[in-house]
């Protein structure tokens, strides 16, 4: 049974059609890359699963849900109780250290608590670097880091815009070896990247462009 589920699903900003018509289902424990070049609608889409944006038309179902009717404020708290996200620029608070950014997290769902946050922190391989600033840590570093905070309110699915995108080639593996760990043990997790490299390692690829799914191996430029 599928975990997500958008019905005919647009997205219009004035004249522009960011997202045209999209009809998506994602099982539990799927590892999925949304893949197409910069302009297709990767991040529209993602945003809409994350409870950061609204469809103009369509249905979206998470977990049995329908999200589409709730207003900002009921998104809000659904992304805190459901989503996990992390982004290709890190957004760590820079004079907070490695644990506290991700007992943030834990602030806007329920209490923070430093073992919690070391706990997910352990799960990155990143206790020895609690106490850094984001600044006395590598791009890997900071990027294990978001995981982490992803991971401490137990998010029913994992959303990577574009994770590796900053990252150089040994830290890139390093994270999407951690993904790959996640969805191992059955976490549910969906990334944009636009690295077809990247996108290879997900149990299945869907492409974007201008909007609208595209079969594989059209043109998508």
Known sequence: MALIKLDGVSKTYGAVNALDNITL????????AIMGPSGSGKTTLLNI?????????????????????????????RRRETIGLVFQQFHLIPHLTAVEN??????Y????????????????????????????LSGG???????ARALINRPTVILADEPTGNLD????????????????????IILVTHDQEIGSRAGRQ????????????QHVS
């Open 25 to 32: 289902a994602i099982d539990k424990g799927e590892l999925l």
């Open 49 to 77: 699963i994350g409870c950061l944006d609204k469809a103009s038309r369509g249905s979206v179902i998470i977990d049995g849900a329908d999200i589409s009717p709730l207003s900002r404020a009921e998104l809000t708290k």
């Open 102 to 107: 991700v007992m943030l997290a834990q602030y």
């Open 109 to 136: 769902h329920s209490l923070p608590e430093r073992t919690e946050a070391m706990e997910a922190l352990a799960r990155v391989g990143l206790e020895q670097r609690a106490d850094h600033l984001p600044s006395e």
């Open 141 to 147: 570093e900071q990027q294990r880091t978001c995981v």
């Open 169 to 188: 080639e040994e830290n890139e593996e390093l994270v999407m070896g951690l993904f790959e760990e996640l969805h191992g043990e059955g976490h549910t």
């Open 206 to 217: 869907i492409r974007l462009a201008h909007g609208r799914t595209v079969a594989a191996g």
